[in-house]
């Protein structure tokens, strides 16, 4: 009686550990991969495809990547980070590694040329002098045109049309002269997107 009742327990505690593991362990798993939900709904839709997600993972994030923050995002979340644990997501943590920093990578270069082309039209030929000394693949005859162009622009109070043609002359020669291994994607334009089309470029 003895023996048959350890034997059960023996099996039971086998059991226990084999099916259900520490609750604590499962929480710290779930709350890690409800953040990787949010990084994953917080990208744009093209992102969210090229994550390369199982169909029942890829339609919620859709969805929550359109939610406001409130009650039923989070439980689509939880939903979301509930599918996970049940895969492997390395694959998907490397993916999203790569995007986030391409991302980091097109922020810096949209801060540069915002800073160079201010710095352009606020000081003239001796900002275009240290811009072309750091910069010697520069056409300096149309660097020149853009920024006269976009100082008189200023000096009228238009619309900062030749402005933004500056910048985007500026951000094309910072993504050849920086690096061009990372521009195997085409998020430069969606992501350039996202910093409002420019509008305050």
Known sequence: MIHEEFGHEEVDET?????????????????????????????SAAHIKSLELPEIIDKAVIEASKMPASGAKKR?????????????????????ARITNKSAHAVREHHMAEQWRDKLIAEGNE??????????????????????????????????????????YLKNLLQVDGEEDELEFDDELEFEDELDDDSKA
């Open 15 to 43: 059991e226990y550990y084999a099916v259900r593991p520490n609750k604590t362990v499962i929480k710290q798993e779930i709350a890690v991969l409800f953040s990787l939900g949010e990084q994953m709904a917080a990208l």
């Open 127 to 168: 900002a275009l002098t240290e811009f072309l000394d750091e910069y010697n693949n520069a056409d300096r005859q149309q660097l020149r045109q853009l920024m006269r162009n976009a100082q008189k622009e200023a000096e009228l109070a238009k619309p900062p049309k030749s402005s933004r043609v500056l910048y985007r």
């Open 76 to 96: 689509l979340l939880k939903y979301i980070a509930g599918h996970l644990h049940k895969i492997d997501v390395s694959p998907i943590l490397e993916r999203l």
